[in-house]
């Protein structure tokens, strides 16, 4: 899987978490110079408090594309260490 945003592929890993339709990256196969930690947070009711990031480059900025769980809850601890992309950013199968 890979994630693109503009053009540049900003994630790619065939070792994602498939979780609820959405595919999570280990942090070690996302190009983290791409990502600025936002403010926002979310709550999800099984996994805990999400913490996003914007993704930037080349002066295009997506707000709040994607998020991780720093302190999953224990049914979620899997993915602790893995970020998840939406909005402009393209997930797709490499």
Known sequence: MKAVYQGMVIA?????LLVEGTHYFPEQD??????????????????GEASYYDVE?????CLNAAWHYPHPKEQASHVRGHIAFWGEVNVIQD
């Open 12 to 16: 790619q890993s065939s070792r994602t």
């Open 30 to 47: 996302v190009h983290m110079r791409y990502l600025e930690p936002s403010d926002f947070k979310s709550i999800c009711p099984w996994k």
């Open 57 to 61: 480059i080349a002066g295009h900025r």
